[in-house]
């Protein structure tokens, strides 16, 4: 397949790219820059423009833009970008899809769209939650209605807590427990949706190689646990001790508004469709993917 890549040099676009080549795949690379690579192609989406051609012969556009959401403090500017951040390139590669006759999109999402689940698990047909995340991810979804009413298929992918050895969570995570520096965050209690590096690559190719497969998917682990639980199961993979407790107001003055939204809030997220369809994980518990990611 030929496929079209926006966002390619995050943290799972750098991974994706590679592993759709060595499944056969073509990929063509959308930069927000000239074009200086024979896979390369220009975009901007503020102003809408994609450079001539470059969706010619797209079998899948794949849309990965989007700022980060635990890069900065969530003041109103910062909460603005990340929605332009989002709902911009959304939108104009949505209505490129139908211009273009694209027959699959498949699009970032995340799970802040369930807001806080407490205890209670839930898969895809949950309901969307509260406050700026839930209201953002509604957005962003909606964002694909130009691809889909033109007759793409449409895949929304809610990714959870990416575990990679190549940054996000565990490069910030990381060095603070090797240097004997861990512990739980608030009260612990909290679900953590995490998914492997390799489980979320392999998710998304997935996506795009089943037919039978639209609309939101959730792209976790099948067996999410509490932080209590993460952060024991991290200290023993590293071996460390982890005796300390960040309480939940000292994250919310360092953090903010993001402490309740991303890291205190619990999410018990299950990979419903990926279940039912039978995707084969590489990492079913968070030890497996906690020793993929920091051994060594």
Same mark, same amino acid.
């Given at each position: 397949m030929r496929v079209v890549i926006s966002g390619s040099s995050g943290l799972i676009g750098t991974a994706l790219v590679p592993h759709l080549r060595s499944a056969g795949h073509e990929v063509i690379r959308l930069v927000r820059r000239a074009a200086q690579a024979p896979d390369e192609r220009g975009w901007d989406p503020p102003s809408g423009r994609i450079d001539d051609g470059a969706l010619d012969g797209a079998d899948a556009?794949?849309?990965?833009?989007?700022? /980060?959401? &635990?890069?900065?403090?969530?003041?109103?500017?910062?909460?603005?970008?990340?929605?332009?951040?989002r709902l911009v390139p959304t939108d104009v590669l949505a209505r490129a899809v139908a211009a273009h006759g694209v027959p699959v999109l498949i699009n970032g999402s995340a799970v802040g769209f369930y807001g806080d689940t407490g205890a209670v698990?839930?898969?895809?047909?949950?309901?969307?939650g509260r406050g700026f995340l839930a209201d953002l991810v509604r957005d962003w979804e909606n964002a694909t209605a130009p691809a889909a009413e033109a007759g793409a298929r449409v895949v929304t992918v809610r990714t959870g807590l990416v575990l990679s050895p190549a940054g996000g969570l565990m490069g910030i995570m990381r060095p603070i427990f090797k240097a004997g520096l861990g512990g739980r965050?608030?009260? /612990?209690?909290?679900? +953590?949706? +995490?998914?492997?590096?390799?489980?979320?690559? /392999?998710?998304?190719? +997935?996506?795009?190689?089943?037919?039978?497969?639209?609309?939101?998917l959730n792209a976790t682990g099948p067996a999410p646990v509490t932080c209590r639980e993460f952060t024991k199961v991290m200290a023993s993979t590293v071996h460390r001790p982890a005796p300390w407790i960040v309480p939940g107001f000292a994250m #919310?003055?360092?953090?903010?508004?993001? &402490?309740?939204? /991303?890291?205190?809030?619990?999410?018990?997220?299950?990979?419903?469709?990926?279940? #039912?369809?039978?995707?084969?994980?590489?990492?079913?518990?968070?030890? &497996?993917?906690?020793? &993929?990611?920091?051994?060594?």
């Open positions: 556009v794949i849309n990965l833009s989007g700022a /980060g959401i &635990a890069d900065k403090r969530w003041t109103g500017a910062r909460k603005q970008e990340l929605r332009d951040s698990a839930v898969d895809e047909t949950g309901a969307r965050l608030g009260s /612990g209690e909290q679900y +953590w949706p +995490w998914i492997s590096l390799d489980d979320e690559v /392999g998710a998304i190719t +997935w996506a795009l190689e089943h037919d039978s497969v639209s609309g939101p #919310r003055a360092v953090l903010g508004e993001f &402490a309740d939204e /991303g890291v205190l809030v619990s999410q018990r997220v299950l990979p419903g469709v990926l279940e #039912r369809e039978g995707y084969a994980f590489s990492h079913t518990t968070v030890t &497996a993917a906690l020793s &993929a990611v920091l051994d060594g």
